[in-house]
C-alpha cells in the first residue's frame, strides 16, 4: 500500500508557474519503444531569470532591462539550438563564439586510438570485466533491437544446419 501511495506520489504530473512557462520549452521526441515522450521544464541558460546584483549594475549603468529584453517580438516563435525555425530571424545573426575551436583531426584520430587500446588493454586484463561486457552488448542487440548503445563490434549470428 505505501507502494502504491509512492507510485502515485512519483507519477503526478508537475505543475509550473506561469512566469517559468514563459521563458520554459520541452524536448518533444520518440522513445525507444515508438512512444511519443514530452519532458518539460527546460530554460536555456540565456533566458534565466537574471539576479538582483544584476539589475543593480544595469541601472546603474543606464540599460534599460526591458527594452533590451523585448526585441524577439514575442514568444510566439519556435527555436531549435538557439536560432529561430523556418526563417524567421530577429535581424541581427549571433557572431560565432571565438573561444571554442573544433579539435583538428588528427588529435581526434589519435585520442579515438588510445582510447580503443586502453579498453581493450582493460578488458584483456580483466576476464570477468569482458565476459560482462560481451554480455551486455549481446543482451542489446536480442532485447533492444533499434538501440546499440555499446563501444564493442560484436554482432550475433544465428546460423541453421536444416535443408
Known sequence: QLGAE???????????????????GAFV?????GQLQIEA?????????RAEA???????NGVDRDASQSHDGGAD????????????????????????????????FDLTAQKTLALRNALASDVDVAFVTVLHALVLQ??????????????MVSNSFGQ
Open 6 to 24: 509512492l507510485d502515485a506520489f512519483s507519477d503526478r504530473p508537475q505543475v509550473y508557474d506561469p512566469n517559468q512557462k514563459a521563458i520554459a
Open 29 to 33: 521526441m520518440l522513445g525507444a519503444n
Open 41 to 49: 521544464g527546460f530554460v536555456r541558460p540565456e533566458d534565466e531569470p
Open 54 to 60: 544584476d539589475e543593480d549594475d544595469d541601472e546603474a
Open 77 to 108: 516563435r519556435v527555436v531549435v539550438n538557439g536560432r529561430p525555425v523556418n526563417g524567421a530571424s530577429d535581424g541581427a545573426e549571433e557572431p560565432e563564439d571565438e573561444g571554442i575551436k573544433p579539435l583538428p583531426e588528427r588529435l581526434i
Open 142 to 155: 536480442v532485447f533492444y533491437r533499434f538501440a546499440k548503445d555499446s563501444c564493442l563490434e560484436i554482432s
